[in-house]
């Protein structure tokens, strides 16, 4: 199984790597920016930890990269109960929900964050923000795969989630509180 986790994690660094070499700052699909460069220097600023920096959302790695850390725990504990055990399928599942995130994210960014305070120029992520937000659920799933025990990655999942509020006053808590409001309210 760790060779499954293994290449999965090698398909990331490549896919990165070629967005890199083939792509330039101004490179889009879809009118979305791939990989924009501050101060074209894309290494430099491989992770911006400002959640209301310019470049948050358009690097490979932001603060928010840690929610998608809970997202890939949050998988592994819900689909370890559903299997009953660790199963192969689960790591393809989180994949998918990981790009299916994604792509409602990016499709309907205006009904996620119109009402937060870092999130008012918020105007979807760079397609590299998208693989960097894919990995990171995968890395949080790994994480919560190789633990011994669901209770340290519940620990992990709180932790992460204190860590954000007290960085930026959001989480995933907040998100979805937010959500449910703007839905049911």
Request: one cysteine or more.
């Amino acid at each position: 199984m760790n060779n499954v986790f293994y290449y999965i994690f090698l398909i990331f660094v490549i896919m990165i790597i070629l967005l890199y070499i083939f792509t330039d700052c101004d490179s889009k699909i879809n009118d979305k920016s791939i990989w924009p460069c501050p101060h074209n220097d894309r290494l430099k600023y491989i992770y911006i930890d400002k959640p209301d920096d310019k470049y948050t959302h358009l690097s490979l790695f932001d603060i928010y990269s840690f929610t998608h850390i809970s997202h890939g725990m949050i998988l592994f504990i819900l689909l370890n109960y559903i299997y009953g055990k660790k199963n192969v399928n689960m790591v393809f599942i989180t994949i998918g929900w990981g790009i299916l995130w994604e792509i409602i994210e990016n499709t309907y960014y205006d009904k996620f964050r119109i009402d937060t305070k870092y999130q008012r120029n918020y105007y979807g992520d760079s397609i590299i923000n998208s693989v960097g937000d894919i990995l990171c659920c995968f890395i949080g799933f790994s994480i919560a795969w190789m633990l011994p025990n669901k209770k340290y990655s519940i620990l992990l999942i709180i932790l992460n989630e204190i860590f954000l509020y007290m960085k930026m006053k959001s989480n995933l808590f907040t998100f979805f509180t937010q959500i449910f409001t703007q839905i049911f309210i």
